[in-house]
């Protein structure tokens, strides 16, 4: 429980809380992209640069700009009139606070002593060799799911002729 | 309390935000993007438990993260684009107003 620990993951979770709770889409987005970058972070200071690295590029990088491109496209920014949570709001924050107090009772109720070990420096040059190696298979069903997701997202977007429904 | 039991306190209060998200807003674009949260906080999970695990030499938790993250890219992909086609149906991403199937 270091203070880098404590300052990345207020970092963290003020960015995602107000993500999920301000009113302007575009503000959301914004601050989404700030909680991603400090997860970033707290997985290089757990050691594991690439999957860092990996999240500044896919998270903040790409996934961070769709959802800006997906709420202009949509025109769902300007003053809004209707309200920003469901009708569903009662209901749904406490089944939110419900599943947290009950992590957090198994959390701190479970795992008690451990112990710390040393920090283990992974390379990118390990990561490449068990990629290749060990999981070779799962990366070719990844290849090939990215590109189903390419194609439907392509197909799903694309606009729909006349007389097909 | 030990560094272990830190990330997972955090990993479980960003994965309640995400769910109360994607549970409570109205926008299908911001729902999305609360479950996005939710694999997130798995992420932060395998991470935390592959550095405090007993075997961190066998990168297992660092795979299941890089491929975890793969699938959740090409998710949302695929979700924006159905918000689209939606979208461009209903002409709204009001979920309260998405309330019929056909048309």
Known sequence: MTVSFLILAALTIAGTAAAMSLRNLIHCVLTLTLGFVGLAMLYLQLGAQFVGFTQILVYVGAVAILAVFAIMMTQSVGPHVQPALSSFWVPGSVVASAVFAVLAWAICSGATSVRTPPQHDVSVNQIGDALMHKFALPLEIMGLLLTAALIGAVILAMPEKKGEQ | ?103
């Open chain 2, 1 to 103: 309390m030990n560094p272990l039991t830190g990330y997972l306190l955090l990993s479980a209060l960003l994965f309640s935000i995400g769910l109360a998200g994607a549970l409570t807003r109205r926008n299908a674009i911001l729902v999305l993007i609360g479950i996005e949260l939710m694999l997130n906080a798995a992420n932060l999970n395998f991470i935390a438990f592959w550095r405090y695990g007993p075997n961190p030499a066998a990168l297992t938790g660092v795979m299941f993260t890089i491929f975890s993250i793969s699938v959740a890219a090409a998710e949302a992909a695929v979700g924006l684009g159905i918000i689209l086609a939606v979208y461009r149906h209903a002409k709204t991403t009001d979920l309260d107003q998405m309330n019929s199937m056909k048309g």
